[in-house]
């Protein structure tokens, strides 16, 4: 673990944590955040639209949006990011709401994970 630390300490340094979190938890990636900007995109489209959103729909479209920056991130890229690293769950989808400010989310969850 304090080998691991020690290797990554610069990306590390280099990560800000999300508005109103002191702690950084997690190393995330930029693929991983670039995902959620473009998923925040989509949420403010589609309740601009008036259309409802469900967690699952969410969660689903976070997968496609991620399998797309997967596929066009350089071969050098994908030894950090694979498919397997991101996980669509009720955490991370509890997590996204705090990171984003997201509130008007229908809570009709179907588990599928």
């Excluded at 630390?5 to 508005?19: D, M």
């Excluded at 699952?56 to 991130?73: G, P, S, V």
């Amino acid at each position: 673990m304090i080998c691991t630390v020690l290797r990554q300490k610069e990306s590390i340094k280099s990560v800000t944590p999300a508005k109103g979190l002191m702690i950084i938890s997690k190393l995330r990636t930029s693929l991983h955040e670039n995902m959620e900007k473009l998923l925040m995109v989509w949420v403010t489209e589609k309740q601009l639209q008036g259309d409802t959103l469900t967690q699952t729909i969410i969660c689903e479209k976070a997968r496609a949006i991620y399998r797309d920056l997967l596929k066009q991130t350089p071969q050098t890229s994908i030894n950090e990011a694979s498919e397997e690293s991101f996980k669509v769950s009720r955490g991370w989808f509890e997590n996204f709401k705090k990171r984003t400010g997201i509130h008007s989310v229908v809570r009709r969850f179907i588990n599928t994970f």
